[in-house]
């Protein structure tokens, strides 16, 4: 931790003479922001560069170093490795790009550098790293352009990016609003140090109050994990702006390090899981440091807020912005207007107008004051007009007096009000120049939870074939107890009317390729469905193993669902509960927890599919066997404890009044 934060002893290796070129940065930031400590460039070239003593080899370099950062071209990187492991490194980082992201070829001179470096016992900070910034210990081993600065705004908050180039562009929009940092850490491929890892020091730093993680893709979760928990522990909040929300953002992220995506609905359940904060938007990333610092999350939100307003349209947006997010502008409740009426204000809706009431300071900070009295609702928002623009003093004073003795508080500029925002910023008090972005960080705090314990769950007892076919997937949900009545013998008795299937493992949509058949009445017309389906589907599917068929007995359910478990690439096991049946994919209606699970998340997954209200009693339908399907959840996401299994689902799954019926089932192996 020391050597990579903190380190005494640099080496530049292929530190460049000439101050235009990329390779000389890192020595011109390191003294011009006032580092101390022993420099030593590497040149073979040169035996001064840039005023100060170089040397031709890393083994030329008197004693031992920390650190060493290598600017050199990809193809001399490995080389290095033991050179600086020799003399003591115990941390070197990487500027060259070209490794995994660069395909098969960079990815095994990738795994060559990490192989080298483990053999050493040497930890690294990349490859496609711009290195990091320490602004309180004054050590600035970067090639970001950002630190052409004449001076770095320190703070207590520490960002981890990605991305190198976003470590300049955040420290500048915070700066821009009185926002300081202590450490900016770019992290690039994470061949070896991982985002969550360096988050996890971070958070023992006793300088650090949070850690803000700019993200392409979750590499080794549980790393991310662990830093939660530490976040947790130590009460400094851990908040996240991840890409990869959509699919070409997914794909851009996955062709810039090489990592591999998963979907963005596993990547919120994950952040949820783990009590990590996620913004959606960069204002509300920069923000939520000043909204959860100090704060814990609540353990049961309203998510509901008080609004007051200099401005009756600027409220509103807020209003319907929140609103949009699934937050309500609540009226206020008896306690909170009995507070209002104490100093002659009232509110006669979910905002509460100062126009007319008077918008000094004093009477801002007492409206506050008595907003704060209400029980029903987690914050207040400030919404500041014109005044904000052309007296920030007056403007944000009432609120900088209130600030501290109530409930998290926020203020939205209506105008472009940089100052008043700096004002803001300087009390660690949240601003937002949008409504949008003030309803999404509202949101991600009003998500934040304690991170959840991961439940134990024991060994399903099962083998599964090689090339499993929906026979031996029915058996698989059979040994976590969801068994279904089928049977693999045309000249069985069958209770009909009968669904016939036919059974492949290299089928897994049959309806696509006339593998079902419903309804058939009886055993003369059971074979010939069989025959016909048989010819059918090998014409559809000619290089298709054909395994059998697959009769049961036909079934209505009051809801159909989609029950699945896949082994997200990014986070690992999940599992999605959705609307289901042929439009299953179309509708996308759907609920997704990390699995294992506990009951209260089933519970959860239930009531966010919109769909599943039918089986609640909505508008006096029946009900259906809702603990049936919470029990259905949980015992689904034990396929977790299964490395085998890569995916599973039943879909669909008929939810009867009392009961489920498992109506198709597949399972992939790993």
């Given amino acids: 931790m020391k050597a990579l934060l903190a380190p005494q002893s640099i080496a530049l290796v292929g530190a460049s003479g000439d101050p235009a070129r990329l390779t000389a940065r890192a020595q011109i930031y390191l003294r011009k922001h006032g580092y101390t400590g022993a420099l030593h460039p590497v040149n073979p070239r040169a035996p001064e560069i840039l005023g100060e003593r170089a040397y031709a080899t890393v083994e030329d370099i008197p004693g031992e170093i920390d650190f060493a950062y290598i600017l050199l071209n990809t193809e001399h990187v490995e080389g290095q490795i033991a050179a600086v492991a020799a003399k003591g490194a115990k941390v070197a980082c990487i500027l060259a790009d070209g490794f995994a992201e660069a395909g098969p070829e960079g990815l095994a001179r990738q795994q060559r550098c990490v192989d080298a470096a483990k053999a050493a016992g040497l930890r690294l900070l990349g490859p496609n790293s711009m290195g990091l910034i320490n602004i309180p210990a004054r050590i600035a081993v970067s090639v970001n352009a950002a630190l052409e600065a004449t001076s770095l705004p320190a703070g207590r908050i520490a960002l981890v990016s990605q991305s190198g180039s976003m470590l300049g562009a955040i420290m500048s929009r915070g700066a821009a609003r009185g926002m300081g940092f202590s450490h900016l850490i770019a992290t690039g491929n994470e061949a070896d140090l991982s985002a969550g890892e360096i988050a996890a020091m971070l958070l023992d730093d006793p300088g650090v109050d949070a850690v803000m993680l700019f993200l392409e893709a979750i590499r080794q979760p549980q790393h991310y994990a662990h830093a939660a928990w530490k976040a947790h522990q130590s009460g400094k909040p851990l ?65 509901a807020v008080s609004v007051l307003t200099t401005t009756g349209g600027g409220g509103a947006m807020v209003v319907d912005a929140l609103g949009v997010a699934g937050i309500e502008a609540r009226v206020p409740d008896g306690a909170a207007s009995a507070a209002l009426h104490a100093v002659n204000m009232h509110s006669h809706g979910r905002l509460l107008d100062m126009t007319l009431a008077g918008t000094k300071p ?54 472009q009000a940089d100052a008043s925002l700096k004002l803001l910023a300087e009390a660690g008090i949240p601003a937002f120049r949008t409504p949008e972005s003030l309803a999404d960080a509202m949101r991600a705090y009003l998500d934040w939870r304690a991170p959840l314990t991961t439940p134990h769950v024991a060994l399903p007892d099962i083998t599964i074939p090689d090339a499993p076919d929906e026979a031996d997937a029915r058996d698989l ?35 696509e390729v006339g593998g079902v058949a419903l309804n058939i009445p009886d055993a003369a017309a059971l074979r010939e469905a069989a025959a016909a389906m048989q010819a059918r589907v090998a014409k ?69 599919v919109r769909a599943l209200r039918v089986i609640e009693g909505w508008r006096g339908l029946p009900r259906g066997d809702v603990e049936g399907l919470v029990k259905a959840i949980v015992a689904v996401s034990r396929l977790a404890a299964l490395p085998e299994i890569h995916e599973a689902e039943i879909n669909p799954l008929m939810i009867h009044h009392e009961g489920l019926t498992v109506a198709d089932a597949w399972v992939v192996r790993t």
């Fill in 239 to 303: 908040i996240a702006y991840k890409l990869g929300r959509s699919p070409y953002g997914a794909e851009l992220a996955t062709s810039h390090t090489g990592a591999l995506a998963g979907s963005d609905a596993a990547a919120e359940a994950f952040f949820r899981a783990h009590g990590i904060l996620r913004a959606t938007m960069l204002e509300s990333f920069l923000e939520l440091p000043a909204m959860a610092i100090a704060r814990r999350p609540l353990a049961c939100p309203h998510r």
């Fill in 362 to 415: 004093e009477r801002i900070e007492a409206a506050i004051r008595a907003l704060d009295a209400a029980g029903d609702t987690d914050a207040i928002i400030s919404v500041i007009g014109s005044s904000a623009q052309f007296r920030p003093a007056d403007a944000v004073a009432g609120i900088l007096a209130a600030a501290g003795d109530v409930r998290p508080l926020a203020a939205f500029l209506v105008p």
């Fill in 477 to 511: 949900f059979a040994a976590l107890g969801l068994g279904s009545v089928y049977s693999r013998d045309l000249e069985a008795a069958h209770h009909f009317p009968v669904a016939l299937k036919i059974l492949s493992p290299d089928i897994a949509h049959k309806t």
């Fill in 540 to 608: 559809a599917e000619p290089q298709a193993r054909l395994s059998g068929f697959l009769i049961q007995p036909m079934a209505k359910g009051l809801a159909e669902v989609i029950l699945g478990f896949r082994r997200d690439p990014e986070v690992g096991p999940v599992v999605l509960l959705g609307a289901g049946g042929v439009l299953a994919e179309l509708h996308r209606d759907v609920a997704l927890r990390l699995a294992p699970l506990h009951e209260a998340e089933a519970r959860e997954m239930i009531a966010e």
